[in-house]
């Protein structure tokens, strides 16, 4: 397959045209980011975005793989001798790498099969013989192929049996006749495993249960997959659903039979038909049912896999792309109650100017002398913002800054909790002991919790994006597409946003088009070495960062207060000529032109394209020059937590309080409303409206108002609605009790799947994943 058919199939795939596919291919093969494309290349790619082009790049990979398999597999068949014009046209059309090695199969070199034995001991012509005419009588034949290796008839009949079976089992057209059959019709079936109702007891809601194989919601099948990894579930595949448990004969046994002839109407008089319907029975429940239950699990496994990694990749763009506090002085607060409460502050800059411990809470209880504390820490630092972690005795910190606020209004103080998640993963990272080599470990958590108020993604970056929480059953899916999946993302809203050449980190210069960890160090270490960079040119000066990586990267480095104005703004280097042209024109300087609405609103982008720039790439600079630098995250917002409202506890139904959304799945999202766990608000209440998806309302940040409809205190579990017309439950626990809030009124989304009983009908608030979310919020 040449690049020009991969490129044809990605066109009609992607619904995207020729030429822009040759473009933006040409572009990563030549070492292009995805980042720098979209942004700096849309003439190019006529203006291809970074969801098309990432799309693009793993698809492009994909088919790849896919041909270079292909190459391998014609070359394998025809060293054998095996390759037909036929077998070739099919190798050369199928679409799939499953598709492939099935057709591969029968050809794979593979260990020594009872078939193939049978064949070695002369048993094939037999196999023939009775598969072509059934009315041979199998002993009668049997007998004519009797050995040293072959004693009984009985041995002869089994070894033929096994070499049709191999046949049949390895037939690609056979196997995709039954695998659509299963795809319109099985069922996926949970049942416990004998003896472990205690240690299952997360897994309940599968003790017994059954739906639909392919419209299974990928929480579920993820769940009943951990439940089986576990050994409390024994998952099964049920392919003939409509049959009574008496009837023994599968469906697929008929598929197999009308596909090789060997109808129960055309053996039913044949002195062989027994035998070759037993061969039928064997080939389906032996070899074809194991294979295809192996198969369709893989196949769900992986698209709910794929649903909870964008899930992930989502949730994870969302507290990525928070609104930040901004360049004010913070003072973070990590709360505890024996081991005290841990107290940062940092610069409008992140850097830290004082740390302590203060022991408000019990068994200590110095409340006042805390009080003192932060009052003084306050005045001496000038703090504008305190950043509460939302752990472990948070609620009980947020009084005391309350009380200091109360008593101390001068300070003009806002206070605000934000999640920690991830903070003590931060504290303990060789980052981390860079970053701050003398600082105790207990410190940096509280450190990190300033930071991330003041810029969210600067400082989220440096947590692994695993322990953040804000995934679906992050831990059951392949851990390297996570990986890649989660790094696309930060790259892009790193990119996105921009960062400050003269302070960012390491690890979020790493991020940078272009930059890896050694070239983001690398210019760490430069500005260590000669201050801060006055100009983006002078980049190129940094050890081993050479002209390419300069093109990737310098687009998205800002410099404020440098030598050149257009360094604090998106506009790329190689554009600053068309910037000289437009203040020739407007007759002013750089300095003047930025943010001039009167000047720039008064020349046409079009008289500003040429050779290397169009109007798409001269739109972009106008853009920058009205408002450099400018950050797309949104307007900076605070939640206001209910007082009174501190734990579980607490909550009745009806209540109506605000909360921040702190995480969203597919069947609804979940809020932090400051009692240290959080609710679920299922899709059907998340509007009056019909949505197949929670994100077509809500992203992870959002700030809500929700009611409470249900309270579980003994297992933890909250139920709300953002519908606040809605009426709460009379009994806190009846939808808890029933475990099947999820399920209880499908009919306004989706049809619910076909069930054997109350019990089946599980799901969003089902005990695997609120405990499993409930962990990784920890």
């Not at 579920?220 to 049959?243: C, H, I, T, Y």
């Not at 980190?505 to 790493?510: D, F, H, M, N, Y």
């Not at 050694?518 to 983006?536: C, H, K, W």
């Not at 900076?636 to 607490?650: H, L, R, S, V």
Request: charged fraction near 25%.
């Amino acid at each position: 397959m040449s690049n020009q058919t991969i490129f044809s199939q990605l066109s009609e795939e992607l619904n995207i045209s020729r030429a822009q596919i040759n473009a933006a291919v040409e572009l990563m093969d030549g070492g292009a980011t995805v980042p720098f494309i979209a942004r700096y290349r849309k003439e190019a790619t006529q203006g291809l975005d970074d969801t098309q082009l990432r799309n693009l790049s793993q698809r492009l990979t994909y088919l790849r793989e896919l041909w270079d398999r292909k190459e391998a597999i014609v070359k394998s068949i025809a060293e054998q001798d095996k390759l037909t014009p036929e077998l070739k046209d099919k190798i050369d059309t199928c679409v799939s790498k499953a598709e492939l090695e099935e057709l591969y199969l029968p050809y794979k070199p593979k260990r020594r099969t009872k078939g193939q034995i049978a064949i070695e001991n002369g048993l094939g012509p037999l196999a023939d013989a009775l598969f072509n005419d059934p009315d041979l009588d199998p002993e009668t034949e049997a007998q004519k192929y009797l050995n040293e290796a072959v004693a009984t008839t009985k041995d002869a009949l089994d070894g033929a049996r096994f070499i049709l079976m191999e046949r049949f089992a390895e037939d690609a057209d056979l196997l995709q006749k039954i695998r659509q059959h299963l795809k319109k019709q099985a069922f996926i079936k949970s049942q416990l495993v004998t003896g472990k109702e205690k240690e299952a007891a997360k897994f309940s809601d599968y003790f017994e249960h059954r739906e639909k194989l392919m419209t299974t919601p990928s929480h579920r099948a993820l769940a009943m997959f951990r439940g089986r990894n576990e050994g409390f579930l024994q998952v099964s595949l049920e392919p003939d659903p409509e049959k009574e448990e008496s009837d023994k004969t599968s469906y697929c046994e008929t598929i197999i039979a009308e596909h090789t002839g060997l109808t129960s109407q055309h053996l039913s008089q044949k002195a062989a038909g027994k035998w070759l319907s037993g061969v039928i029975q064997w080939t389906w429940r032996i070899k074809i049912l194991m294979y295809m239950e192996n198969e369709l699990f893989s196949q769900l496994r992986e698209s709910a896999e794929l649903e909870a990694i964008n899930v992930f990749a989502s949730n994870l763009k969302d507290l990525l792309m928070a609104a930040p506090a901004g360049p004010k002085v913070t003072m973070g607060l990590d709360p505890g109650l024996r081991t005290g409460v841990k107290v940062a502050v940092v610069d409008q800059t992140g850097k830290v100017l004082a740390t302590q411990v203060i022991y408000p809470h019990a068994p200590q209880n110095h409340w006042d002398k805390s009080l003192r504390t932060l009052a003084n820490v306050c005045r001496q630092h000038k703090v504008e913002l305190v950043s509460i972690g939302n752990g472990t005795g948070s609620r009980e910190t947020d009084k005391l800054v309350a009380e200091l606020m109360k008593n101390e209004p001068e300070l003009k103080l806002t206070r605000l909790i934000v999640s920690e998640a991830g903070a003590s993963v931060y504290s303990a990272s060789e980052l981390a002991s860079k970053e701050l080599p003398e600082m105790d470990v207990s410190l940096r958590g509280a450190v990190s919790i300033a930071r991330r108020l003041q810029d969210p993604l600067a400082e989220l970056v440096k947590i692994e994006p695993k322990a953040i929480g804000v995934g679906q059953y992050q831990h059951d899916v392949s851990q390297s597409q996570l990986g890649q999946s989660l790094a696309a993302v930060i790259e892009d809203c790193v990119n996105a946003v921009g960062v400050d050449l003269n302070t960012a980190s390491p690890a979020i210069l790493a991020n940078i088009s272009g930059l890896n960890k050694t070239l983001a160090q690398n210019i760490v270490d430069y500005r260590n070495q000669n201050g801060a960079f006055s100009s983006r040119k002078e980049l190129t000066k940094v050890a081993r960062l050479g002209p390419k990586a300069f093109e990737q990267c310098a687009g998205f480095l800002r410099i404020n207060e440098g030598n050149e104005p257009l360094d604090a703004s998106a506009v790329h280097p190689e554009a600053y000529p068309v910037v000289e042209r437009i203040q020739e024109q407007a007759g002013c300087d750089v300095k003047q032109l930025i943010g001039n609405a009167d000047v720039l609103k008064k020349l046409l982008p079009e008289h500003f394209v040429d050779d290397h720039f169009g109007l798409p790439t001269v739109k972009d600079i106008f853009s920058e020059l009205l408002k450099p630098g400018r950050d797309p995250r949104p307007e900076f917002k605070t939640a206001q937590f209910k007082e009174g409202i501190d734990t579980i506890n607490d909550l009745k139904p009806g209540m109506i309080l605000e909360g921040v959304i702190s995480n969203v799945a597919n069947f609804g999202a979940f809020v932090d409303i400051g009692v240290h766990q959080d609710g679920l608000v299922h899709i059907s209440c998340i509007t009056d409206k019909f949505i197949s998806d929670p994100r077509e309302v809500v992203k992870a940040g959002d700030i809500v108002k929700v009611k409470v409809t249900d309270v579980d205190v003994q297992r933890k579990r909250i139920s709300l609605t953002m519908r606040l017309d809605d009426k709460a439950s009379t009994n806190n626990n009846q939808a808890n009790k029933a475990g099947k809030r999820s399920d209880a009124k499908p009919a306004r989304h989706s049809r619910p799947p076909r069930q054997d009983n109350k019990s089946s009908q599980n799901s969003a608030m089902g005990n695997a994943f609120a405990e499993a979310f409930a962990k990784a919020k920890k």
